[in-house]
């Protein structure tokens, strides 16, 4: 059986630090999603920095579901590849040290050819990070939304078993003209993190919009039986980026969320 693990992205309350995990906790959230470069310092998180931010994680009765650690250029992209890479690592050894499994960053596009230069730069870099993963305890996940699913399953399937992990968000992948189902049906072996996030696509503009939880055209109920066959037990992460009253709405659908 799928457990619902629900936990929330503590950037979508647009408070300071401690007062969104009280926000998190109030709404009933299990877990935070946190964003390694807006919310916390990297470089300058000594051990007694990290006991400070594990013991108001502990007030709160709060778990990292993810720490989001979003590079300028993906890893596709040779100029100042070695940097972005070293700091990818050190977030995973920081996500380590808070409890979470995962680290979540976009890949960069995937080529659909498999012999095109930057197919084959992205498969030799992420089987380093994720060999890297494999002795910290941390995966990296890239988040879908740049390309079809299928597309970036081709690529994860060529990496070594347990280097390749997905944070699945369908309303990214909604927005950009993709499929939520055709994708997730693709992933489903590789996702460690989801994302609570619903979308929709005008097709007459082609643009696509976020939208609040069950009003967009995303197929949740479709990707929590994939998932469960897949024995996830990772944590589903509400995230409303675009909200007047993103409180208001992510305590509804993490209630939702513990009802299913």
């Excluded at 590789?190 to 055209?217: L, Q």
Aim: glycine content about 8%; aromatic content about 6%.
């Amino acid at each position: 059986m799928l457990r619902i693990r629900a936990a929330v992205r503590l950037a979508c309350f647009n408070q300071p630090f401690k007062k969104a995990l009280i926000t998190a906790a109030s709404i009933g959230a299990e877990a935070v999603e946190i964003d390694a470069r807006s919310e916390l310092d990297m470089r300058d998180l000594s051990d007694s920095a990290i006991r400070h931010i594990s013991k108001l994680l502990e007030d709160q009765g709060l778990a990292v579901s993810a720490l989001t650690f979003q590079t300028r250029r993906g890893y596709n992209v040779y100029a100042d590849l070695d940097r972005r890479v070293d700091a990818t690592k050190r977030a995973m050894e920081l996500a380590y040290r808070l409890g979470a499994k995962v680290v979540v960053n976009r890949f960069g596009r995937v080529p659909e050819e498999r012999t095109h230069p930057d197919f084959e730069m992205l498969r030799d870099v992420l089987t380093d990070m994720g060999e890297h993963g494999q002795r910290v305890g941390v995966s990296l996940a890239g988040r879908t939304g740049t390309e079809p699913g299928a597309t970036l399953a081709e690529l994860l399937t060529q990496l070594p078993p347990g280097c390749g992990a997905v944070d699945f968000d369908p309303a990214s992948l909604i927005m950009n003209g993709y499929s939520s189902s055709e994708s997730v049906q693709a992933l489903a072996p590789f996702i460690a993190h989801m994302h609570i996030k619903d979308g929709m696509r005008d097709i007459a503009t082609g643009r696509g919009e976020e939208v609040a939880f069950g009003n967009g055209v995303v197929d949740f109920d479709e990707i929590f039986g994939l998932l469960e066959q897949q024995q996830y037990s990772g944590y589903f992460t509400v995230d409303r980026e675009f909200s007047t009253n993103p409180k208001l709405e992510m305590a509804e659908t993490v209630e939702h969320l513990k009802r299913i």
